[in-house]
């Protein structure tokens, strides 16, 4: 169903978006594996390599800090597309990311885009991009 996620990918990318949301570092990296891709709309805008999430993580932490952004919070409202072929899977969610910026609320809509990969018994995220629709 392309607007269904499996249980196993659900429980990984609420778990990813869950830390993110509550700043739990450990716990978001832990939801990566492999050669990880991340692209975001905050310079230098593409993270690869091993532990790419995790220096993206520490960026995100500067710009926020930066900008005084706080209450980062990010939900995703409905599965645009879900596609799972062998070990691979391809997920795309409209989400909201909402915060406080100097005190004012504010909110972001967007897209976020997760190519997962089967790793042992484990479905680990290679891949999350977000892209900013307002």
Request: hydrophobic content about 45%; cysteine-free.
């Amino acid at each position: 169903m392309p607007n269904q996620l499996a249980a196993e990918i659900k429980t990984v990318i609420d778990t990813a978006l869950g830390a993110f949301n509550s700043k739990k570092a450990t716990v978001f990296n832990s939801t990566f594996g492999g050669d990880v891709v991340i692209v975001d709309g905050m310079a230098p805008y593409r993270w690869t390599g091993p532990n790419a999430q995790g220096r993206w993580f520490a960026d995100a932490e500067k710009w926020a800090h930066q900008l005084d952004v706080t209450s980062e919070n990010i939900a995703y409202d409905k599965v645009v597309h879900a596609e799972v072929i062998g070990q691979r899977a391809y997920v795309v969610l409209s989400a909201t990311l909402s915060f406080m910026l100097k005190g004012k609320p504010g909110a972001r809509k967007g897209t976020l885009v997760y190519i997962l990969a089967r790793q042992g018994n484990d479905w680990k995220i290679e891949s999350q991009s977000w892209g900013r629709l307002s």
